[in-house]
Structure formats: C-alpha cells, structure tokens
C-alpha cells in the first residue's frame, strides 16, 4: 500500500494548492476569527498582559506560520495592548515565507509597530541556532503534527518561553471524526504524525507543566470528494490522507472504504446533500510560572 501512494510532502505546488481546497472546505478563516475574538482575546491577551510591562517590547514566535493569515490577526490585536511587537516567523516552505511577506506589506498601517523575522526553517533547524532568543508568546496552529519528535520539540520550546508566558498549540481534537478517520487508515500515511490533543496534554501532564484546553467545534464540507468529476474534492482528499493525487493512485478498494469510512457516523454528519467530517480542535494553552 505504501509503495503505490506518495506523500504530499514530496509534491509542495500540490500541498499548497490541496491545502487551500480544504482551508476553504472547512472555512477555516472564519474559525479563526472567531478563535481570536474568544479565546485569544479573553484567555491569553490578560495573562501577558499580566506578565509584561505594556510599554515593554514583545517577543513573539510563530512556528509553521504558514501564509500569515491567522497570526497577522493576532498580531493587530496585540498592539492594542503593546506599543512593539518582535515576530520571528519559523515556516519551513518558501513559497508561504513569500505570501506571508506580501501579506504583511498590505497590512503596513495596522502592523505599525510590529517588526519581522523571517525563518526559512523546520523548528528543529531553528533549535540548532546558539543561544535563541527568548519568547513572551508562541504560536503552533496545526503545525505540530510536522515536528519529528512531538515531546522533544514541545519542552524545546517551553525551554524558550520567558517565565510567565504562553505557548498556543491548536490540535486535532482527540474526539474528533477526523481523528477517528485518520486512526483508521494509519498503514498508508507517510511523514505525518499521527497525535491529537490528547497527545500534547500527555506530554504536559508528564512533565508537570500547567496548561488549560478549549473545544473548538469544526468541520470540512467532503461533499466533492464523492465526486469524480470534481478537481476541488481531489485536492481535500489529497490533504485529508496527506497523499499526492490520491484518487489516481490508489485502488479502487482503498478508494472504496476510504469514502465510506469518512461517510460514516463515526465521523461524519448529514446536513441536507452535503456530507460534513467532523473537524473538532482543541486549543491548548500552556503557562510558564513566573
């Protein structure tokens, strides 16, 4: 089964273009807004606010930035409360550093303020820099999955948080149908970690470290991917499985039950003709004791 599917990772114009099909599959934009309006804003704002002169400079990191988008959200909300903000973007791909760079310029007036540096890396090549510089906030948004070795990464970057500061991890949620989906069909994934929420709070737990969690209710309209015909339901299912091209690659007995299984009431949910996976997120919060 492995032989016949290749990763996604080795096909990035692909990855690019399967992960836009889902990110508006699953609307995620509008999920982060309403992330930062509630969660964001009333959880993690006060405890920095808390632990740093607001007239003080803000350090903050954000590892597999991606293309900018939610963190830039973030960023303008953050300078309602502090004058300078520092932002060290870790992505390991070229083409979003470009679309996060150009992003930034459009937004000049309300990043005012914020400075930026950008890191062409995975976060295990940014650990190996000598003596890195300390960080008030960090910021992994469905980027964990990518780390080579969850547990190590994780205290790496507890290790690089200022006393008193917050790390953000937003994750699969370990109950959610997608989760359920992906624990399934485990053989044929390649260079993907296959960890929920449950896995980072395991991690924290053993290591004593406090954090807090709040659900996120999602989904992804897999509609298209019944559809033969249909370019865009090839591309969310390419980054469902994380598989290149996976419609013609696979067989016709794996397509089979790959659609079943995602259509199933374990994992998803009718709402009139379309067909909804359940995407539930956690977002957990982690604190570092002054």
């Known amino acids: 089964m492995q032989s016949t ?45 808390g632990a740093l002169d607001e007239q003080g400079e803000l350090r903050v990191m954000g590892v597999g930035s991606g293309s900018g988008e939610m963190e830039c959200k973030l960023f303008v909300k953050f300078l309602q409360h502090f004058p300078r903000i520092n932002i060290c973007a870790v992505e ?18 309300d990043l005012r303020g914020v400075n930026f540096e950008w890191r062409q890396q995975t976060i295990e090549e940014y650990e190996k820099v000598e003596e890195p510089t300390k ?46 989906y992906w624990d399934h069909f485990r053989p044929f994934h390649d260079k993907y970690n296959f960890i929920s929420s449950a896995d980072v709070r395991s991690i924290l737990d053993r290591h004593t470290i406090p954090y807090s969690q709040q659900h996120q209710p999602s989904h992804v309209n897999i509609t298209s991917c019944f559809d033969d015909a249909s370019e865009e339901g090839s591309m969310v ?16 007995d794996l397509k089979q039950q790959v659609l079943e299984r995602m259509a199933s009431s374990e994992c998803s949910e009718t709402s ?17 004791p002054r």
């Open 5 to 49: 599917l290749s990763s996604l990772f080795h096909d990035t114009d692909r990855y690019l273009l399967s992960l836009k099909a889902f990110s508006a599959a699953c609307g995620k934009f509008a999920i982060y807004d309403q992330w930062v309006e509630t969660i964001f804003q009333q959880t993690v704002v006060p405890q920095l606010k």
């Open 92 to 109: 390991p791909l070229q083409e979003q550093l470009v679309k996060y760079q150009a992003l930034t310029k459009s937004k000049t007036s």
């Open 135 to 180: 960080f008030h906030f960090i910021v992994a948004v469905h980027s964990v999955y990518y780390f080579d070795n969850l547990e190590d990464s994780l205290m790496y970057l507890h290790s690089i948080l200022e006393p008193g500061g917050v790390t953000v991890v937003v994750i699969m949620s370990d109950d959610s149908g997608y989760f359920r």
């Open 237 to 252: 299912l390419d980054f469902l499985n994380h598989v290149t091209r996976f419609k013609e690659s696979a067989t016709e």
């Open 272 to 288: 009139g003709d379309e067909i909804l996976l359940n995407n539930d997120c956690d977002t957990i919060i982690i604190s570092k």
